[in-house]
């Protein structure tokens, strides 16, 4: 397991409830995640994806199980672990440009001014914004906001990024322009990633691997969803794939009737590893339910 | 239609002129009817009971302090400059003393709910004691009636700072608490760099609200201490029986409290940001 570059291993989570008992949201929660790899995550409301996210981040404590990055157990919060939240988490009495600065001097502490402000206006470039970079928060929008809070995450150069939905307040125009520049920024840098998401698109637009989870109280994670897509993908031409649907079907199902099948199960069962495009026994198993893409299948953003 | 400021502004004119009006009308000496004895001049003419002056009395008494407000004719005549530069000095040295103390206390209040509920009972019983009630003592303690005045004006000054100050640092986003924490800021550098501008519009709050408390408190403190100061100086021109300088300097006291409260809100401007 100690093998990847993160493994969180045994991971559980509860809560104290009235009555003495206690709540478990997750248990023996076992991910692995290599250098330079792209994982989604995706489940319902409530199976504790943002609990998992915080805890990986060190803002949060598991009640048991580890998280190890490069050799070292996760024991608060570190720079080598850079957060975007969903609701942006800019301070707004700093301009977007001085807001970045912030995340990079907290970094590098020694660098001069000038060094820190070509850092950070480097990574606002590569978000596509270098315009507005002078106004606050509250003057501008959705989008750039979390343009901004991308490039503040990046800009520090973490060995590990967390993204807790970071789309979810956008409107879908808007999150289909930052998908694309997150995966620009993504592939320039080559950083490790972590995203909690709701949008099954998104998903598989994004990432190298799905993690699906089933539903809580109890989750766990069920399957590891290869996307085998070739890369550099598009908004535009990756619904062509023929593989596509394949995936997209494989997650839609799983989200719409086996997250809650599975639910409560044996935790006990090792995570299965499937890719939707080249596993043979896979398309034998079971037939495709839904040949057609659904217009709904995008989950609500609640949560 | 004229924009609404130009209405209001007319509209005060308006007011102005009616109720300066009616006092002028109200308060006119009566006629004389015979040529009046020097005694009777003396007297104040031929008016049967004492009357509060009319308005272009005060308003020509007015001009002639404003006119030179900095004279100095002994301890009882001193121009209005120097009174009410005196009551300032006062109330800016407790206040800033207060901020120096609230603003840090508030800051350890507002972060520590240990600290919170510790020093929660002392504040909720020394806040609502009458800071002249501390006269007394602080005259006792500290055998100075100068030091006494600006020690009042501290305690006074000291609660809304300090709990405005303990409630905006209690108070800040979790959201931001949270940047603070994986960026490995310090506590130190997380009190300065995302506490204190996060919870500044409301320390800005607390200290308009002890500043304009201060002043009216400055006020009876110095009819109490004497000597000098605004304070001082309505109730000595009031044994003067000089209504001119009574409602003129009460006048100069609002002109100066607004000032102060406009000062303030300056700042807070400044430091005001928009979610």
């Known amino acids: 397991m100690s093998m990847h570059f993160v493994s969180i291993e045994g991971l559980k989570k509860e809560f104290p409830v009235k009555g003495g008992s206690s709540l478990v949201v997750f248990d023996n929660i076992n991910i692995g995640i290599e250098k330079g790899e792209f994982v989604c995550i995706i489940g319902h409301s409530g199976c504790g994806k943002s609990t998992i996210m915080n805890i990986i981040a060190g803002l949060d404590d598991p009640s048991d199980g580890v998280v190890i990055m490069d050799g070292r157990e996760v024991s608060g919060p570190s720079l080598d672990r850079g957060v975007v939240f969903q609701n942006y988490s800019l301070l707004p009495w700093l301009t977007a440009l001085q807001n970045v600065n912030f995340g990079v001097r907290a970094r590098w502490p020694r660098w001069s001014s000038e060094q820190i402000e070509e850092h950070s206006c480097r990574y606002l470039q590569m978000v596509g914004l270098s315009r507005s970079i002078h106004r606050k928060p509250a003057e501008l929008s959705g989008g750039m906001r979390q343009r901004v809070s991308i490039a503040r995450a990046f800009a520090t150069q973490p060995k590990l990024l967390l993204l807790d939905e970071p789309f979810g307040a956008l409107d879908a125009l808007t999150r289909g322009v930052i998908q694309e520049e997150l995966i620009k920024i993504w592939s320039e840098t080559q950083q490790t990633v972590f995203m909690i998401t709701h949008d099954v698109d998104e998903a598989i637009l994004l990432s190298d691997r799905i993690l699906l989870m089933t539903n809580g109280p109890g989750a766990h994670v069920a399957e590891s969803v290869k996307i085998s897509l070739p890369r550099p993908r598009d908004r535009g031409t990756i619904i062509e794939h023929p593989g596509y649907y394949k995936i997209r079907n494989h997650l839609v199902h799983f989200l719409v009737t086996r997250s809650s099948q599975l639910a409560g199960g044996d935790n006990d069962v090792e995570t299965l590893t499937v890719d939707p495009i080249h596993d043979k026994e896979f398309s034998n198993r079971r037939e495709t339910p839904d040949p057609q893409p659904s217009a709904t299948a995008s989950l609500s953003n609640a949560g | ?275």
């Open chain 2, 1 to 275: 239609m004229a924009s609404l400021n130009v209405r209001a502004a007319l509209l005060s004119v308006v007011l102005l002129i009616v109720l300066l009006g009616i006092w002028e009308a109200l308060n006119q000496p009566p006629e004389a009817s015979e040529a009046l004895s020097e005694f009777e001049l003396l007297m104040g003419g031929a008016d049967e009971e004492a009357r509060v002056p009319p308005p272009s009395q005060v308003l020509e008494h007015a001009w002639d302090e404003l006119s030179n407000p900095f004279y100095d004719a002994g301890p009882n005549d001193k121009g209005i400059g120097i009174q009410l530069a005196y009551s300032l000095f006062r109330v800016l040295t407790g206040f800033f003393g207060a901020a120096l103390v609230a603003i840090p206390l508030g800051f350890v209040v507002g972060m520590s709910p240990l600290m919170h509920k510790a020093l929660n009972p002392y504040i909720q019983v020394l806040r609502p004691i009458s800071p002249l009630a501390w006269m007394p003592l602080a005259l006792f303690i500290i055998k100075d009636s100068e030091k006494s005045a600006i020690f009042v004006i501290f305690i006074c000054s000291i609660w809304p700072m300090l709990i405005n100050t303990a409630f905006g640092v209690a108070n800040v986003r979790q959201d931001w608490i949270r940047v603070a924490r994986t960026h490995e800021l310090s506590s130190l550098r997380t009190a300065f760099s995302v506490i204190l501008p996060a919870a500044a519009p409301t320390i800005l709050t607390g200290m308009r609200i002890s500043i304009g408390i201060a002043w009216l408190v400055i006020v009876a403190a110095e009819m109490l201490v004497g000597g000098t100061g605004i304070g001082y100086y309505v109730w000595n021109e009031w044994n003067n029986l000089d209504l001119n300088s009574v409602i003129f300097s009460i006048l100069m006291i609002g002109v100066v409290g607004m000032l102060l409260d406009i000062a303030l809100g300056t700042v807070a401007r400044l430091v005001q940001y928009e979610e």
